[in-house]
């Protein structure tokens, strides 16, 4: 791997790598042999084949075009064809011819030659030409178009080594093939792909991903696309900071500063520009004045860090498939409205609303969320993809119930997705709104609706419930609280005789009782009631209950024992029948002793 990427590396550009080719075997296909050519150019090589008639056929316009001796390649055979001793021997009579060929033609190989060893795919100055060629007839079309043009990182790195080796833009002579073709391309193209392979390139032993190349030879790009390159490796992206609207690196990257801030490791403290630092910094950054939207998925990100602050103008930012475990730095993206942060490693949401201000589709699908805590002050959230999660508990989409513009949820693949009756549970927690919701893609049904209107009115009904419960048991408490509070201030009172000088201090029960006494001696009872047929009638005058006289004198007893066995304790609750008894009467008498 490491030899692949010195096969293209600078270190080579002084001297041109030699070239060889070696026929180390043959195939039988069909009725016909086939011949392995393995073409070696520096470091790398790759793999070729062809039956005897393609040789012919290349030897023939190479006598065409570049007059070469007619004897040169192995003359045919009819009998015998495929035979074992004819077979060998063609093969190294075949591999002599090739050889001859390349040291004929060293630096620059005639087009036939380059395309039957494949130098349009792997090598440098075949893979220049083939491509100035495509541009000379095609370039312009594309441009009118507006199409994206795809282009390997091979190629790239062809015309950045071609153009460090400051050799004449036209090796083989060819005006089709000048290297100019391809400068004035890509100085007015607006639209590239650029992708490349994770393992060897075609039959060959090239890493094109190890592959450095230089995209400052574009001015004027507006989007581009770049997959599976080394991130490390990629020269000159900067230079398209004026004019870059959308950039997707994708399978590259290991830090968003790779490539939103490649000098950022040059310094020890730097800020973007129009930044005002409270302490010293070593260099101010130009920002990416024109970039909104950044797709840097299926990357090995770990971090959203600082670098954030040089792309103030994001409004569509795509992080998905990394590994980011912490929303971090956001609140510097104050343009930001579309967020992709699915399939990272995120546990927990708190404070997210503090980064994401203005955010209005959010997906978090295919991370570690046990809790939508934090996302009840997304208030312009219009769309939440939360699928592939934890989520076991029906009450946490409370946390989202409440949010005035969401109208699309996706829930499905979590835990609470199986519980019974989930949608219309879901839904209710929108309360008014489930009508304007659409879970997990699908449009409520006027039959879920009603659904959700039944749980919603058993959940008001809970509610009040819930509310005269905790009434009942306040009131409740505080009559408790208020008895034993009376209670206290009964028993620290010493209970003394009562004086006829003095006024007797009555509790709130029994002034009650009092006056109601005095309201029943203005009508005085018949002649034949006995004073203790007085106060029998005055403590039960509000049942309004008939007793026979017998068992009036029974109550009455087992009242007054009662009272000698409990001393009665002012303001009592227990006190609530009492009546006191009228002045100057046996009773009275009796009390005062």
Request: glycine share 4%; hydrophobic share 35%.
């Amino acid at each position: 791997m490491a030899a692949a990427a010195r096969g293209f590396g600078p270190e080579k550009e002084e001297a041109e790598p030699a070239k060889q080719a070696r026929i180390p075997g043959s195939e039988l296909v069909e009725n016909y042999t086939v011949y392995v050519i393995q073409v070696t150019v520096g470091s790398h090589q790759w793999t070729v084949k062809h039956r005897y008639s393609d040789f012919h056929d290349l030897h023939e316009k190479l006598i065409a075009e570049k007059k070469i001796d007619k004897n040169l390649l192995p003359p045919k055979k009819i009998i015998g064809k495929n035979s074992k001793s004819l077979v060998e021997k063609r093969q190294k009579d075949l591999e002599v011819y090739l050889q001859t060929l390349l040291t004929k033609f060293p630096v620059a190989a005639p087009k036939v030659l380059s395309h039957f060893l494949h130098f349009h795919l792997y090598e440098i100055n075949g893979i220049t030409a083939a491509l100035a060629e495509e541009l000379f007839h095609k370039g312009e079309q594309l441009l009118v178009a507006g199409e994206v043009f795809a282009i390997r990182p091979l190629q790239l790195y062809a015309i950045t080594q071609q153009l460090r080796q400051g050799k004449p833009t036209c090796a083989n002579g060819d005006a089709q093939t000048d290297l100019g073709h391809i400068l004035d391309f890509t100085c007015r193209l607006r639209y590239l792909k650029v992708s490349g392979t994770g393992g060897p390139f075609g039959t060959s032993n090239i890493q094109e991903h190890l592959l450095p190349f230089d995209l400052s030879i574009f001015k004027s790009l507006h989007q581009i696309e770049i997959s599976h390159c080394d991130a490390k490796h990629i020269k000159g992206l900067i230079s398209s900071k004026h004019t870059l609207a959308t950039l997707s690196v994708r399978f590259s990257a290991t830090s968003m500063k790779e490539i939103i801030v490649p000098e950022a490791s040059e310094f020890d403290e730097w800020e973007p520009e129009g930044a005002h630092p409270d302490c010293p910094v070593t260099a101010v950054i130009p920002t990416w004045r024109a970039l909104t939207t950044l797709d840097m998925s299926h990357n090995s990100i770990s971090q959203i860090d600082d670098s954030v602050k040089l792309i103030p103008k994001i409004e569509f930012l795509d992080l998905s498939h990394n590994g980011v475990m912490v929303v971090e730095n956001l609140q510097h993206l104050y343009n930001l409205i579309h967020l992709d942060l699915s399939y990272n490693k995120l546990t927990s949401l708190e404070g997210i609303h503090t980064k994401l201000g203005n955010i209005k589709t959010l997906n978090l699908a295919g991370n570690l969320l046990e809790s939508l805590s934090g996302l009840n002050k997304l208030y312009s959230l219009v769309n939440l993809d939360l699928s592939n999660n934890n989520i076991e508990q029906i009450k946490e989409i409370k946390n989202i119930g409440s949010l005035p513009c969401l109208e699309e949820v996706v829930l499905s693949s979590n835990p609470l997705s199986i519980i019974p009756d989930y949608r219309t549970k879901v839904l209710a927690q929108f309360g008014e709104r489930a009508s304007e919701v659409c879970l997990d893609n699908i449009i409520t049904t006027e039959k879920e609706l009603d659904t959700v209107e039944v749980l919603k009115a058993i959940q008001k009904a809970k509610e009040a419930k819930y509310k005269l419960n905790n009434s009942d048991k306040k009131i409740s408490e505080d009559s408790r609280l208020t008895a034993a509070s009376s209670k206290s201030n009964c028993s620290s009172l010493p209970v003394r005789p009562s004086s006829p000088s003095l006024p007797q201090l009555l509790g709130p029960s029994q002034e009650i009782i009092h006056r109601k006494a005095a309201l029943a001696s203005n009508f005085s009872p018949p002649a034949s009631v006995t004073p203790n047929d007085h106060l029998l009638t005055q403590s039960y005058s509000e049942p309004a209950v008939s007793t026979h006289k017998g068992q009036e004198a029974s109550v009455m007893d087992s009242r007054k024992n009662s009272e000698t066995d409990n001393p009665t304790c002012l303001g009592h609750p227990e006190d609530e029948g009492a009546v006191l008894p009228e002045p100057g009467s046996a009773e009275t008498a009796a009390f005062l002793d």
